[in-house]
Nanobody, 130 residues
Framework: EVQLVESGGGLVQAGGSLRLSCAAS????????KGWFRQAPGKEREGVSC????????YYADSVKGRFTISSDNAKNTFYLQMNSLKPEDTAVYYC???????????????????????WGQGTQVTVSS
């Protein structure tokens, strides 16, 4: 059974930074891409970032490109989302997701469980004040 446990998140002023972590178990960590998506109140899920399993290639939504960085520590079975220069529009519940089927598809449209990813974390609130 895939288990994903998130940590991080919180309240930060615009321009600040936060780091999310996702500890994973229940699948061969090195063999699959991993990602993050978010959901703001009244909005659909939005793929934020993904990291591939072959060469750690990274993918980002246009809305976060240049500000967010995804990384993975295979020794710890943990992946991360470093969020810098946060904006009020980044306010949402953030979820880690793994295994991801395909990073490119994960960031197109609404990522769906089953088709785009197998499991997700409990979610962590990120609130950015102006």
């Amino acid at each position: 059974e895939v288990q994903l446990v998130e940590s991080g998140g919180g309240l930060v002023q615009a321009g600040g930074s936060l780091r999310l972590s996702c500890a994973a178990s229940g699948f061969t960590f090195d063999d699959y891409p991993k990602g993050w998506f978010r959901q703001a109140p009244g909005k659909e899920r939005e793929g934020v970032s993904c990291i591939g399993n072959v060469d750690d290639r990274t993918y980002y939504a246009d809305s976060v490109k240049g500000r967010f960085t995804i990384s993975s520590d295979n020794a710890k079975n943990t992946f991360y989302l470093q969020m810098n220069s946060l904006k009020p529009e980044d306010t949402a519940v953030y979820y880690c997701a793994a295994p991801v089927s395909d990073c490119a598809n994960f960031l197109i449209g609404v990522p769906n469980v089953g088709a785009d990813f197998r499991s997700w974390g409990q979610g962590t609130q990120v609130t950015v004040s102006s």
